[in-house]
């Protein structure tokens, strides 16, 4: 022992060197309060925990490192388009399979000044748009919400892409389920990364081959596989076959989130996006034609937009809008 720490024990009373702290020593803050006894009035103020609470979670609920690290994934799948970038997926609120990969996007690029706009197979007022809506409102304050899509400034969306043109001002983030379009045929991690980086993707022209020979059709009515600047081909999540065209180049930046399988792809602003199709026979979209004449929303009257097939009481179908927003303004 040495000559210091022999005079720190004999001296009961002197402090405890820096070393000591350094290392976790717990300082005397006073006794104890006695079994039975009442707590302070500070401890025991609801309201004071719950502001306390809410001081505890950094904005926009992810901590720096975790937003550091997505940011920085996100950058890489954009200077690799249509690469699936791995990162950490972090536990949320929410369970997996419900936006968890494209609501960590969300809140890792999501700042005080913008416009957030949540969409759910183009509805605004769906359970799952309502619900990510008011989550982002409650960690982020001061950001701004909007159905509105032009005043939006990053756009969340599961399963569709609006049908009024992005600017080049804004970013549209995807919930992504399954990233991997070679998950249909091909069941090895190992084997479909293998496949990406040779560009071989043989087997999934051989599924479109098969379906054409069963059915005459393709079966594949969302989740299309889409080559990206002539070499990766992605999954662009559960859109409709008539959203994959609004990928190639396209004014904004469109990235792609899947929580549960932890990757990050996007497809960056101008760049090329093809769905794969045969020299002689070409790739196309739902029709929407009955008896050979295209439908036309019920509300709005547009014969443009992806519309969405209704059944009312008594039997009828009726031809609706996806995209409430775009139904909105067509209206008015």
Same mark, same amino acid.
């Given at each position: 022992?040495?000559?210091?720490?022999?005079?720190?024990?004999?001296?009961?009373?002197?402090?405890?060197?820096?070393?000591?702290?350094?290392?976790?020593?717990?300082?005397?803050?006073?006794?104890?309060?006695?079994?039975?006894?009442?707590?302070?009035?500070?401890?025991?103020?609801?309201?004071?925990?719950?502001?306390?609470?809410?001081?505890?979670?950094?904005?926009?609920? +992810?901590?720096?490192?975790?937003?550091?690290?997505?940011?920085?994934?996100?950058?890489?799948?954009?200077?690799?388009?249509?690469?699936?970038?791995?990162?950490?997926?972090?536990?949320?609120?929410?369970?997996?399979?419900?936006?968890?990969?494209?609501?960590?996007?969300?809140?890792?690029?999501?700042?005080?000044?913008?416009?957030?706009?949540?969409?759910?197979?183009?509805?605004d007022a769906s359970?799952?748009?309502?619900?990510?809506?008011?989550?982002?409102?409650?960690?982020?304050?001061?950001?701004?919400?909007?159905?509105?899509?032009?005043?939006?400034? +990053?756009?969340?969306?599961?399963?569709?892409?609006?049908?009024?043109?992005?600017?080049?001002?804004?970013?549209?983030?995807?919930?992504?389920?399954?990233?991997?379009?070679?998950? +249909?045929?091909?069941?090895?991690?190992?084997?479909?990364?293998?496949?990406?980086?040779?560009?071989?993707?043989?087997?999934?022209?051989?599924?479109?081959?098969?379906?054409?020979?069963?059915?005459?059709?393709?079966?594949?009515?969302?989740?299309?596989?889409?080559?990206?600047?002539? !070499?990766?081909?992605?999954?662009?999540?559960?859109?409709?076959?008539?959203?994959?065209?609004?990928?190639?180049?396209?004014?904004?930046? !469109?990235?792609?989130?899947?929580?549960?399988?932890?990757?990050?792809?996007?497809?960056?602003?101008?760049?090329?996006?093809?769905?794969?199709?045969?020299?002689d026979i070409r790739?196309r979209v739902e029709?929407?034609?009955?008896?050979?004449?295209?439908?036309?929303?019920?509300?709005?009257?547009?014969?443009?937009?992806?519309?969405?097939?209704?059944?009312?009481?008594?039997?009828?179908?009726?031809?609706?809008?996806?995209?409430?927003?775009?139904?909105?303004?067509?209206?008015?």
């Open positions: 022992m040495s000559e210091a720490q022999e005079q720190h024990v004999d001296r009961p009373g002197s402090e405890a060197p820096a070393s000591a702290k350094s290392l976790g020593a717990v300082e005397d803050n006073g006794p104890l309060p006695r079994p039975g006894s009442e707590p302070s009035q500070t401890s025991a103020d609801p309201t004071s925990q719950r502001s306390r609470r809410r001081r505890e979670h950094e904005f926009a609920l +992810l901590d720096p490192v975790a937003k550091r690290e997505i940011r920085r994934a996100s950058l890489k799948a954009v200077c690799i388009p249509g690469y699936q970038v791995p990162f950490a997926s972090r536990e949320l609120p929410i369970a997996r399979g419900f936006g968890t990969g494209g609501l960590q996007l969300t809140l890792s690029l999501i700042g005080p000044t913008d416009t957030l706009k949540v969409i759910d197979q183009g509805a359970v799952n748009a309502c619900s990510l809506r008011k989550l982002v409102r409650k960690v982020c304050p001061g950001v701004k919400t909007s159905e509105i899509t032009s005043d939006a400034t +990053l756009i969340q969306t599961r399963h569709r892409i609006p049908e009024e043109p992005l600017t080049d001002r804004q970013v549209l983030v995807f919930q992504v389920p399954y990233p991997c379009p070679l998950v +249909l045929v091909e069941s090895n991690e190992q084997r479909r990364v293998q496949m990406h980086g040779e560009s071989d993707y043989s087997k999934i022209f051989v599924k479109l081959y098969e379906d054409l020979a069963r059915f005459q059709e393709i079966t594949l009515s969302h989740r299309y596989p889409t080559a990206i600047h002539r !070499h990766y081909v992605i999954d662009p999540s559960p859109i409709p076959r008539f959203d994959v065209p609004k990928l190639d180049h396209a004014r904004c930046l !469109h990235l792609f989130g899947a929580g549960r399988e932890k990757k990050i792809y996007a497809v960056p602003p101008f760049t090329d996006a093809k769905p794969l199709e045969f020299d790739f029709s929407f034609d009955v008896a050979g004449q295209r439908q036309a929303c019920q509300r709005c009257g547009s014969a443009e937009s992806y519309l969405n097939e209704l059944i009312r009481p008594d039997g009828s179908r009726v031809w609706v809008c996806s995209d409430t927003a775009f139904c909105q303004r067509s209206r008015t």
